[in-house]
């Protein structure tokens, strides 16, 4: 078991092998949360990644504390900010199946690197740059819950409520095995694992069927 770190976020602690759902409203909150995690872990030495809809990298980079000096962590490659068209369309359309394979080949070299210890990764979802199939977003959710404990990594997944419909929130809250609610990272009593999530989902009716 790794220790708790610091999430940044309100004096939440986290642990390494977390994959957390955190839901938003605008751009302001997406800000409280997104801002002091990336801070956090470039202060701790973390290599941090943020893939990001709705918003420029620069912006995000821009909105850092100057203190923690986060272009030139980024000249580093210690940070990676990503547009999410650029990161999750490379092919043309949207697949979980590549982008698990982004994933574990981005997560991979920054632990082969040999400067960090830890990974810290954030994306944000508001349906802006990027509109993927449902099927699609939560079968890439549910299969992360296969590749978060592989590496010491935490992953935040960034919700823009507004964007999104009832009924695919909560099936996103059954394919995250930690929330962000109330200031507190708790246990999902919702959570499906992926065998049980994606079994049922491939059972389900398609919606012109049902």
Same mark, same amino acid.
């Given at each position: 078991?790794?220790?708790?770190?610091?999430?940044?976020?309100?004096?939440?602690?986290?642990?390494?092998?977390?994959? @957390?759902?955190?839901?938003?409203?605008?751009?302001?909150?997406?800000? !409280?949360?997104?801002?002091?995690?990336?801070?956090?872990?470039?202060?701790?030495?973390?290599?941090?990644?943020?893939?990001?809809?709705?918003?420029? =990298?620069?912006?995000? @980079?821009?909105?850092?504390?100057? #203190?923690?000096?986060?272009?030139?962590?980024?000249?580093?490659?210690? &940070?990676?900010?990503?547009?999410?068209?650029?990161?999750? &369309?490379?092919?043309?359309?949207?697949?979980?199946?590549? @982008?698990?394979?982004?994933?574990?080949?981005?997560?991979? !070299?920054?632990?082969?690197?040999?400067?960090?210890?830890?990974?810290?990764?954030?994306?944000?979802?508001?349906?802006? #740059?990027? @509109? %993927?199939? =449902?099927?699609?977003?939560?079968? &890439? !959710?549910?299969?992360?819950?296969?590749?978060?404990?592989?590496?010491?990594?935490?992953?935040?997944?960034?919700?823009?409520?507004?964007?999104?419909?009832?009924?695919?929130?909560? #099936?996103?809250?059954?394919?995250?095995?930690?929330?962000?609610?109330?200031?507190?990272?708790?246990?999902?009593?919702?959570?499906?694992? %992926?065998?049980?999530?994606?079994?049922?989902?491939?059972?389900?009716?398609? %919606?012109?069927?049902?």
């Amino acid at each position: 078991m790794y220790d708790a770190i610091d999430s940044g976020i309100r004096g939440i602690e986290t642990h390494p092998g977390q994959h @957390i759902c955190g839901l938003y409203s605008g751009d302001r909150e997406r800000d !409280e949360i997104l801002v002091p995690f990336l801070e956090a872990g470039l202060r701790a030495g973390d290599k941090c990644i943020c893939v990001v809809d709705g918003a420029e =990298p620069l912006e995000v @980079i821009g909105a850092l504390d100057p #203190d923690v000096d986060a272009r030139a962590r980024a000249d580093r490659a210690q &940070l990676d900010v990503m547009r999410a068209s650029d990161t999750y &369309l490379r092919s043309g359309s949207f697949s979980a199946a590549e @982008i698990i394979g982004l994933w574990k080949m981005t997560i991979s !070299e920054a632990m082969y690197d040999g400067r960090f210890d830890m990974v810290r990764a954030v994306e944000t979802w508001s349906q802006r #740059d990027v @509109i %993927p199939e =449902p099927g699609e977003l939560l079968s &890439l !959710e549910s299969e992360m819950n296969r590749f978060v404990p592989l590496y010491p990594q935490v992953i935040l997944c960034l919700y823009d409520v507004g964007s999104f419909g009832g009924g695919i929130v909560v #099936d996103l809250l059954r394919t995250h095995p930690k929330v962000l609610l109330g200031g507190m990272i708790l246990d999902n009593p919702y959570y499906t694992t %992926p065998d049980v999530f994606l079994a049922e989902a491939g059972s389900a009716p398609a %919606p012109n069927e049902a």
